[in-house]
């Protein structure tokens, strides 16, 4: 199975860029589709953005949408999230996620369906 590694969480000011990436380890990335979640206290967890095995179908949650990248590199067995203009409501612990799918399916911002789950990145936007 593969395990993935979240990094490039931190602290930045409001209006601030943040670029997360996603390690995988174990099995080739391009097996998966990967997305990116978060969850901030109290609060469930929040679909932020998807992108299918290829990379060529790629879903944001509305909350980020027009703000936020999602993008991935096979070869290096990556993915990475690009957000911009960042709000205090974006503070939350940031999750790298994977599920089977095959090539052509479209990816999901729902979190039920993924299988593997990094540990996480905090992600902290200051006023």
């Known amino acids: 199975q593969v395990q993935l590694v979240e990094s490039g969480g931190g602290l930045v000011q409001a209006g601030g860029s943040l670029r997360l990436s996603c390690a995988a380890s174990?099995?080739?990335?391009?097996?998966?589709?990967v997305g990116w979640f978060r969850q901030a206290p109290g609060q469930e967890r929040e679909g932020v953005a998807a992108?299918?095995?290829?990379?060529?179908?790629?879903v944001y949650g509305d909350s980020v949408k027009g703000r936020s990248t999602i993008s991935r590199d096979n070869y290096k067995n990556m993915a990475y999230l690009q957000m911009n203009n960042l709000k205090p409501e974006d503070t939350a612990v940031y999750y790298c996620?994977?599920?089977?799918?095959?090539?052509?399916?479209?990816?999901?911002?729902?979190?039920?369906?993924?299988?593997?789950w990094g540990q996480g990145t905090q992600v902290t936007v200051s006023s």
């Open positions: 992108i299918s095995r290829g990379g060529g179908n790629t």
């Open positions: 174990g099995r080739s990335l391009q097996n998966y589709a």
């Open positions: 996620a994977g599920r089977r799918q095959i090539l052509t399916a479209s990816p999901s911002v729902q979190p039920e369906p993924y299988e593997y």
